[in-house]
Each structure stands twice: as C-alpha cells, then as structure tokens.
C-alpha cells in the first residue's frame, strides 16, 4: 500500500447513470476525475434487460449496454474509471481523505457521491431464477413487455401502488399482493389503486414461489391466516417492496431522511458538508429513473466545478 495520498478535484463515488455522467462533465470541466465503479459497476441498470426510455436509444438497448456506453463516453474524456469500492470517508476537513479497497487513499476537493439504492428482494430463490425473464423491481422500465398480459406487483406501499397503477394502464389485469388487510401507501395512491378495475387486491398473502419454463407463467400465494396455497397465472411479477439506499458509509456524517437516503438542498445537489455532492438514487426515492440520475449527476458535477470555482 502506498503511503503517498493521491489527489484529485473530484472523486465520484459509484457508477450507474449518475456516477458516470457527472464523470463526463466534471472531466469536460478539466476536474481530472477518479471514479470507483463499487460494489456493481453499471449499477441497477445492470440487471436489467432492455432500457426502452432512455432518451436517444430509439430501438432500446441492454441495460449492460448502455452502462458500458456510458462508462466508454466518460473515459475519452479522462474520467480515471476504477474497479473498486470506497471503503473509508472521512470529511472533516478538506481536501476530503478517502481509502478504497485497492489500497488507495485520496485527497479529494470535492466529492460526488452516487452510490445508488438496492431494490430490496423476498428472498426466494425463483426470484433470483427468473431476474428479467419475468421478475422486476421497475414496471417503469420492464412493464412494456408486458402488454396485455397478466402480471402481479408484491408490496403494500407508494411503490407498490404506483408499480400497480401503471402496469394497469398497460397489463390486462394486475394483482397487487399485501401480506396485510391494509395498504400502507398513501391515501391518495389507495384511492388510484382502488378506483382502478383491472387491479384486483390480493389480501394477506406472501408469494411463496415463482413458477415458469424459460419465463415466468405463475405464482404460487399463500394465505397469511389460512396457510392455503393458490396460484396465480401471471407472465409478469413485480417486487416492489421498498429500496434501500446504500449510503452506510456515510452514517452520521451526512445528513439522511429516516430511510436512509441523502438530504440535499433544494434545487440543488449539495449535501450539508461543502464541497460534497449527491447525485441519482441515493438522494431519490421518488422518480429513481436512469434519465433523473444522470440529470442529477451533471447538476453534481457543475456543482463541483463551481464550488471550486468560488474557491480561487
Ligand atoms: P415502503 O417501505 O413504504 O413499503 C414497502 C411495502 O412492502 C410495505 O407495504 C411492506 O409491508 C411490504 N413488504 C416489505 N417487506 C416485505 C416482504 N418481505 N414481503 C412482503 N411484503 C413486504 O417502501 P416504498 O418503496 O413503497 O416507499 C418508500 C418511501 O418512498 C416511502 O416513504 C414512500 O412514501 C416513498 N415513495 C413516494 C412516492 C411518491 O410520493 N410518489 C412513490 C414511491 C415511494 P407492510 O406494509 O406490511 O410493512
């Protein structure tokens, strides 16, 4: 390990779209950025199948895809891209001292925090099997291949209801499934729920597999009070029970909602320390789309480049 810190302008922490684009434009910017890609360079787009709403892809692309192009765009431009994960901060005075787990440590002047959330899974193992042949955490960005057809969303909150709510507008019916009587989703979005025909409530039951060939053709319910099994012939099956933003390294250090994520100033990437940003999931639990985390990572890093700016 050498004993000799790098330095940096900025460091960017994490690599889905809003890593990645801020890396494009703090390198444009001449900040010389390292980005460390973490614990799943690409981030969540990579365990996606096709990307059907990302502006400029007019056939679509491969999640994968897309996260290789964008990585390629922020490399010509000098963004050092590393194979790593952060795994040490510490922002009490600036430039900012950051180990990874390559040995490295940086002083960075600023950082751009984009580390993402993980959508969080029931744990069967079918679930695992059929990841993106007929099992999603987004019905934003898989529910068009399922047009027409049935398909069911698990969860009893805001995601739930509004995974449901959207996939109704293109599925032929839709079963929401809650292991309570009751949802937790906001009034609003329960009215929506209920006031829409094709979703039909699935009270009080867990999913207990997924059943397929290739794909997925059914799920198998079970009765929370009754313990009696059924299942359910669906082509689509949405979990959507919630994401967890993966910002422990940054626990009492910046400031988070009750949930985790990462409070920035409005209309504005900031953070409460100067000179550190966040950008795309990790301070978004509302919109979570590819195209509002890069848009996010480009205010982050403009943010950066003037907060430096304002030093000189
Ligand atoms: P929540 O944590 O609010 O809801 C998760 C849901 O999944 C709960 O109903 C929970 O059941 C259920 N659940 C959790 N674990 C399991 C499990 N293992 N098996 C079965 N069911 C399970 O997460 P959301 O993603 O819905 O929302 C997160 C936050 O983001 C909330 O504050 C929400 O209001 C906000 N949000 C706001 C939106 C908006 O304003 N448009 C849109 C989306 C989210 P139970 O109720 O029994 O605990």
């Not at 599925?171 to 009215?191: F, G, N, P, T, W």
């Not at 929370?224 to 299942?231: D, I």
Request: aromatic share 8%; with cysteine.
């Amino acid at each position: 390990m050498s004993n000799i810190p790098e330095r940096t302008k900025c460091l960017i922490i994490g690599s889905g779209p809003a890593g990645y684009t801020a890396g494009i434009y703090a390198a444009r910017a001449d900040l010389k950025p390292i980005l460390y890609q973490g614990l799943q360079p690409g981030g969540q787009l990579t365990i996606t199948t096709e990307v059907e709403n990302f502006p400029g892809y007019p056939d679509g692309i491969t999640g994968p895809e897309m996260m290789e192009d964008l990585k390629k765009q922020c490399e010509r431009f000098g963004t050092d891209v590393r194979w790593g994960i952060v795994t040490e901060v510490d922002f009490s005075e600036r430039p900012y001292r950051v180990k990874a787990d390559d040995g490295k440590e940086i002083l960075a002047e600023t950082v751009i925090i984009s580390t993402g959330a993980t959508a969080k899974w029931l744990g069967l193992e079918s679930e695992k099997k059929f990841n993106g042949y007929g099992v999603s955490a987004c019905a934003t960005c898989d529910g068009f291949f399922y047009r027409g057809k049935e398909v069911a969303v698990v969860g009893g909150g805001d995601t739930a209801a509004e995974e449901a709510t959207y996939l109704a507008n293109l599925c032929s019916k839709v079963y929401l499934i809650h292991r309570r009587d009751e949802l937790r989703a906001s009034k609003a979005m329960q009215h929506r729920v209920f006031r829409t025909p094709n979703i039909e409530m699935v009270w009080n039951s867990v999913p207990r597999e997924i059943v397929g060939g290739q794909t997925v053709d059914g799920v198998i319910i079970q009765d929370v009070n009754t313990g009696e099994e059924r299942r359910l012939d669906v082509e689509g099956f949405f979990v959507a029970i919630g994401h967890k933003p993966n910002t422990e390294l940054f626990k009492d250090v910046l400031d988070m909602d009750e949930l985790g994520y990462l409070i920035t100033k409005p209309d504005s990437t900031a953070t409460n320390i100067p000179g550190v940003f966040a950008a795309g999931d990790v301070q978004d639990k509302t919109y979570r789309q590819a195209v509002t985390a890069a848009g996010t990572g480009c205010m982050a890093a403009i943010e950066a480049e003037r907060f430096l700016g304002e030093l000189i």
